[in-house]
């Protein structure tokens, strides 16, 4: 990707992660970016289509920051790490742009969802093991309520935020 191909996706990031996909248009995420908005459908195609690549970087966000969690062998370490992103959210939010501006286009278009397999493989094994009846069901409510909490506290709404990870680590940890 070029140098101005990347400032177009960090600069469309941050507007989808701020405005959602319907309050980002191409003319904002070119201003924001400092160039024209010509230069996003040259570079991407279509307002879709670079909405595509930046849930597909959010997914790249969601893991890193989460597979050497998700690889520990203790079960109830891979869910306490997992659930625990929230806290590394807490300490510095730039890093997880890319992420919360995946989940606000994903909330507004469910057409755009593409699930992480091994991030539900391995939190799955870790819900099943830990004694959880339908581990897939349990996984699906772990990874949105993360979600969401993580949008609370993008928002500003860290007490809301704080409660779904309380719960959370209540319904599925017992703590």
């Given amino acids: ?13 941050h507007s989808f992660c701020n405005l ?79 992420w919360i501006a995946g989940i606000r286009i994903v909330n507004e278009n469910p057409d755009f969802f593409e699930e992480d397999g091994f991030i539900v493989e391995r939190l799955t094994w870790a819900v099943s093991s830990v004694g959880h009846a339908k581990a897939g069901a349990v996984t699906r409510i772990i990874i949105s309520t993360l979600d969401q909490a993580l949008l609370y506290a993008f928002k500003g709404q860290e007490d809301q935020a704080e409660a779904l990870i309380v719960g959370l680590r209540e319904i599925i940890l017992n703590e």
């Fill in 1 to 13: 990707m070029t140098e101005k191909q990347q400032i177009l996706l960090q600069s469309a990031q």
């Fill in 20 to 98: 959602g996909y319907a309050g980002a248009s191409t003319a904002k995420i070119g201003r924001l970016a400092g160039t024209s908005e010509a230069l996003i459908f040259r570079h991407f195609g279509s307002k879709r289509d670079l909405a595509r690549l930046v849930v597909k970087e959010g997914q790249k966000c969601r893991a890193s920051m989460s597979y050497g969690t998700l690889n520990h062998p203790d079960p109830s370490e891979v869910l306490r790490g997992f659930i625990g992103l929230h806290a590394m959210f807490l300490g510095g939010k730039d890093p997880f742009v890319p």
